[in-house]
């Protein structure tokens, strides 16, 4: 019969026979390892291999745990650094790391679950400050989706907008990946409204006419104040020269 080779390197002969660990062997190799499992169960046992297809389906199945590293062991076949990858790209390097022992791997790669991983939204305030909103990430999070979480942009808001990612391993370069807000609000364009990574900034720029405004407003308030206080002394000073001449009209009735 047909026997497929696992993704653990092993035939399976069925629930009678067990299984043989094959992987890395020649043909040779293999029918003597089979052989002489089989001798342990039968009596004399004759065993043909040949190899009937090079290309298969492997699987190499189970939850991988993100190193400290940014690397997920996958036991027997090495690690593979995934960290600051979606899951696109996380998918392709585990599958051209595969590649050095299967013939055509296919791999699916999905997010099981996430410990303490954030980004963060800071919407530059205009000279009022800036705000930073945390956000848990699953991993599923895009651009549009962090800004939903602050109930969009605001009045402070351009529509300038960019992500700053830190580069993986502390290298010490990071990312900057610009934002076209207009592109995915209104033509639903997915070209710039990237998947967001643990540890993610993603930046609101501010209306710089708004910034100069909040800007000159600081630098004349404390001249507006001088100028009010002069007016309230010239104004004082009006009233009681005012009140004066009355005073002395009223006498001289």
Known sequence: GFYLVEGEGTVNLGPAYGTVRVVGMTIEEATAAIREHLSKILRA????????????????????????DGTINLRQYGTVHVAGKTLWEARLAIQEHLSQFFDSPEVSVDMAGYNSKVYYIITEGAGLGDNVVRVPITGNETVLDAISQIGGLSQLSSKEIWIARPAPGNFGCEQHLPVDWVAISRG????????????????IADDKLIAVNTTMSKLLAPVERLLGISSLGINTVRASQVMGRDYNRFRSF
């Open 188 to 203: 639903a364009s997915t070209a710039t409204n990237y998947q967001l990574m643990p540890g993610d900034r993603v930046f």
């Open 45 to 68: 046992p004759e065993v043909s291999v040949q190899l009937a297809r090079t290309a298969g389906t492997q699987a190499v199945s189970g939850i991988y745990l993100v190193a400290p």
